[in-house]
DNA sequence: ACAATATTCCATGGATTTATGGAGGATGTC
DNA sequence: GACATCCTCCATAAATCCATGGAATATTGT
């Protein structure tokens, strides 16, 4: 009645792909690729990573099945390997931020204290359609041009303060990055309202707009 | 810009759950889990571990978040944490086994070859209301008692070659266990087929149909 | 063919994980 | 209170994972 073994090795090779969100830098590469797909020495930059490791933990994902990979000259760009990917690695986040007191903790000392007001993205839908709301992308340009949010700007967060002058006066600013874990829009929300602007960031980002079959515009056609 | 350490400690954090996803035997306890609650030994005994490995396995899912426990007498009954985490084991299985060739194998090696009709979850919901199938619930008595899909007749798959004689003739029997990855159908249907009966098995089983939010009798009301 | 760039492969030492058996805690029974 | 049951905690040895640096491979440009 079903091989012990037979039954132990179908969980062990579930097991594997599970393997591979069981390293933090494997997740942050994940996080990237969740973005738009990426070479490697620049996920290796992105993450913080020596390019040896880096290429060790894509492997890694490739082996689980979570990743793909496309030759373009000489470099090797990886992606995930479908939205699946992506809904299981946004369920992990949402599981481990519910269930799991440390997460919440962790999430918060990295994100600083709630300072700045949050919408949800039912809320910022009817924002952008109506008009009453300048929506700014503060992910880096790259990230933006694999796809966004319709009617969004791109400013990178590394470039906001530069550009303040080109955002409305006395018009809501609503910012927005990779998602609910991402720093960027957090520090963007701070950074405007510090300087006068009446700023809103969007509750989590990209990832989950996408997974939740909103309209993106850019990207792959 | 958000602080590499702090960045670090949070990847880290989901990492910990990540890590309960990582070896065979928790998801194998996992998969238990999901069919409702049960105590330490009568998962090691499932699960064909030792009882103190059992228990740190369990103690695993327990610091990820991913169980909660209750104390009822001298035992305790382990049980998942929400339904989210039902979704993110079946999500793991699906993206394990589309983007994975090996999973596929190993599954094949262990549910057998693909020898019985099957049919899906609305398929199977036609059939029911129209009273055109019998149904039969092949998992232990005790995960029946959980939960089951309305209409189903408990004939756990120790005791079918038994009961034979209870299932009417000349109409279609259709089976079903625990999710997509459990062989009982597999087996009964088998079973079934040999004997001269009409035999069918849902495709996948009660975790992905209770996910699908499709009516459930019985368990905790 | 040769050099340059991007990536993978390989070997290594240090850290982490796993299974197991025995001791220790909590609860219920007599 | 003594005892049995169920479970958790602890120590240990084997296996696995991880980061790193140097060598090997593949593609492009000269």
Redesign the pocket.
Known sequence: MGDPTRKAELFDAL??TG?AL?????LELLDLLAQGER??????RAAG????????????L?QAGLVT?R????????RLAGEDVAALYALLQQVARTHRAATEQARTAYLGPEDTEQLTREELLERVQAGTATLIDVRPAEEYAAGHIPGALSVPLDELEARLAELPDGVEVVAYCRGANCVLSHEAARLLGSRGHRALRLADGMLEWRLAALPVEGGAA
Do not use: C, E, M, P
């Not at 990573?49 to 890694?60: I, K, N, R, V, W």
């Open positions: 097991a594997q393997k069981s390293n933090g830098k494997r070479s490697v020495d620049a996920l290796a990573l020596g390019l040896t490791t880096a290429s060790a933990h894509l492997q890694a490739k990979t030759r373009s000259g000489v470099r090797i760009h990886y």
